[in-house]
C-alpha cells in the first residue's frame, strides 16, 4: 500500500499562492487516484480536487475552480496541488489521499482510503 507525505502549506496573504505536493512512496503510484482533501475548524473534511490514474481527468470543487490546478507525474510518484488567489476560507488542514480504484471513480470521495498527515494551510486578510 502506498504512504503519502505532504510538504508546502504554510501562512499567506490573501491573494497569494501556495503549491502543495504529497510524494508516494511504497505503491505502484500510477494504480491509485489522487485528491486533495482539506477540513477547516468545525467542518466536515472535503474534496477539493482530484486527478484520475493517467492524470487525464479532473475535478474541482466549484468555490475553488479557476484558481486551483492538481496534477500529477507518475514518473516522479507526485501529485500537486497549485493554489492561487487565495482567500481566507481556504484556510484548513489539507490532505493527500489516494483510492486504489477504477479510474471512473476518482470524483467520489468515499473510495479515497491512504491517507497523508496533513500540512496546515492558513490565509489571512
Known amino acids: 500500500q502506498v504512504q503519502l507525505v505532504e510538504s508546502g502549506g504554510g501562512l499567506v496573504q490573501a491573494g497569494g499562492s501556495l503549491r502543495l505536493s504529497c510524494a508516494a512512496s511504497g505503491g505502484t503510484f500510477s494504480n491509485y487516484n489522487m485528491g486533495w482533501f482539506r477540513q477547516a475548524p468545525g467542518k466536515e473534511r472535503e474534496l477539493v480536487a482530484a486527478i484520475n490514474r493517467n492524470g487525464i481527468s479532473t475535478y474541482y470543487l466549484e468555490s475553488v475552480k479557476g484558481r486551483f490546478t492538481i496534477s500529477r507525474d507518475n514518473a516522479e510518484n507526485t501529485v500537486w496541488l497549485q493554489m492561487n488567489s487565495l482567500i481566507p476560507p481556504d484556510t484548513a488542514v489539507y490532505y493527500c489521499?489516494?483510492?486504489?480504484?477504477?479510474?471512473?471513480?476518482?470524483?467520489?470521495?468515499?473510495?479515497?482510503?491512504?491517507w497523508g498527515l496533513g500540512t496546515q494551510v492558513t490565509v489571512s486578510s
Open positions: 489521499a489516494a483510492g486504489n480504484t477504477l479510474s471512473i471513480y476518482y470524483k467520489v470521495a468515499r473510495t479515497y482510503d491512504v
